[in-house]
Nanobody, 117 residues
Framework: QVQLAESGGGLVQPGGSLRLSCAAS????????MHWHRQVPGKQREVVAT???????TYADFVKGRFTISRDQVKNMLYLQMNTVEPEDTAVYYC???????????WGQGTQVTVSS
C-alpha cells in the first residue's frame, strides 16, 4: 500500500505561482511513475503531468511551458511548480502513484487551487 498526501493549494492571482507537494509513504517500491491530475466539478479528471521512474517528464498541452513536475527521492516527495497560472487552472489537484505491477494505483485526497483576482 502507498499513502499520498497533497499540500500547497490555495488562492493565487492570475499570472502568479504556486507549488504543490505530494508526500508519499508506504511501499514506495511499488510505484512505477507519479502523476499530477486535476478535476473541475462536472468534468472528468485529467492528467496534468507525469514523471517516469527514469525522471522523464511529460505534460498536457495546456500546461506546457508553465508547470514543472519534479521529485525528491530522498524525501519521497513529488512537486508541481505552477507558474503563470490562469483562471482555467482552477481545480482540485490530485497526486497519483501508478503501480509497478497490476492494480489501480493510489490517489491522494486532493488540494484545491483557485486562480482568481
Amino acid at each position: 500500500q502507498v499513502q499520498l498526501a497533497e499540500s500547497g493549494g490555495g488562492l493565487v492571482q492570475p499570472g502568479g505561482s504556486l507549488r504543490l507537494s505530494c508526500a508519499a509513504s508506504g511501499d514506495i517500491f511499488s510505484i512505477k511513475a507519479m502523476h499530477w491530475h486535476r478535476q473541475v466539478p462536472g468534468k472528468q479528471r485529467e492528467v496534468v503531468a507525469t514523471l517516469g521512474s527514469d525522471d522523464t517528464a511529460t505534460y498536457a498541452d495546456f500546461v506546457k511551458g508553465r508547470f514543472t513536475i519534479s521529485r525528491d527521492q530522498v524525501k519521497n516527495m513529488l512537486y508541481l511548480q505552477m507558474n503563470t497560472v490562469e483562471p482555467e487552472d482552477t481545480a482540485v489537484y490530485y497526486c497519483y502513484a501508478e503501480p509497478r505491477y497490476a492494480g489501480f494505483g493510489w490517489w491522494g485526497q486532493g488540494t484545491q487551487v483557485t486562480v482568481s483576482s
